[in-house]
């Protein structure tokens, strides 16, 4: 029977279409699989490239907010009753001058990686730089052209 299936031309070339179009998808499939994988693997990297600076910001917070309630801490009833704020009052407010300051860097850092939009100019020709430049600094022929 399968003799007669290879034999019959129409078949035969059935056949090979449908495993060209299954090489072509394994090879589309397999092409998605390793962009994917190679998409993961460039996110793990950056993740572990950032790692120590994240969490040096980290650490760098938590001691200025502990320096800052210390300090806070520090002040008598009368003190921290003339900047308005109360002892139990301490962490919030250092915690909303905290935010406000990671709020204020984030829109600094946003605003120092917007691109500017450069403006198409059209290339000066050689006649144009040469009438800028300074007598001193043009060819002899063209001075005495000139």
Known sequence: MYLW????????????????LRAEAMSRTSYVAMSRLADLVRHVVRGVVRLPGAAWRTLVRRQRRRRAMAELGALNDRALKDIGVSRGEIYARVEEVMVAEDRRR?????????????????KPSIADLLQEAEPAARPARLRAAA
């Open 5 to 20: 299936l290879f034999s019959n031309p129409d078949i035969t070339h059935e056949v090979v279409v449908g495993r060209g």
């Open 106 to 122: 984030q829109a600094e850092a946003a605003r120092a990686t917007v691109a500017v939009p450069v403006t198409a100019r059209p």
